[in-house]
């Protein structure tokens, strides 16, 4: 298991579209990936599951991953939110 926690600096946080883009990049690993906000977990290749957390920006989360790729799971959706989703 590798895990990573990550400062969502976005303004919008994981709402809709960041959403979408987040599960998408999520679906590209064979890993298990779950997001964890205030000790809340979800599945990270779950749209329902990752909105449902609420994440907004300035919100502190962790990425898990369990599996053949978990470091560059971890490692890709790290970057993906570090990177704003281009906004």
């Known amino acids: 298991m590798y895990v990573k926690e990550v400062l969502v600096q976005n303004k919008a946080g994981l709402h809709a579209r960041p959403a979408t883009f987040f599960i998408q990049k999520a679906n590209e690993y064979k890993s298990s990936i779950w997001v964890e906000k205030d000790e809340r977990k979800v599945n990270a290749k779950s749209l329902l599951g990752v909105l ?30 570090n990177s704003g989703f281009a906004e």
Request: no cysteine.
């Open 52 to 81: 449902s957390l609420g994440i907004i920006g300035g919100t502190s989360i962790k990425i898990y991953a369990d599996g053949p790729d978990e470091t560059d799971a971890v490692d890709g959706l790290v970057d993906l939110i």
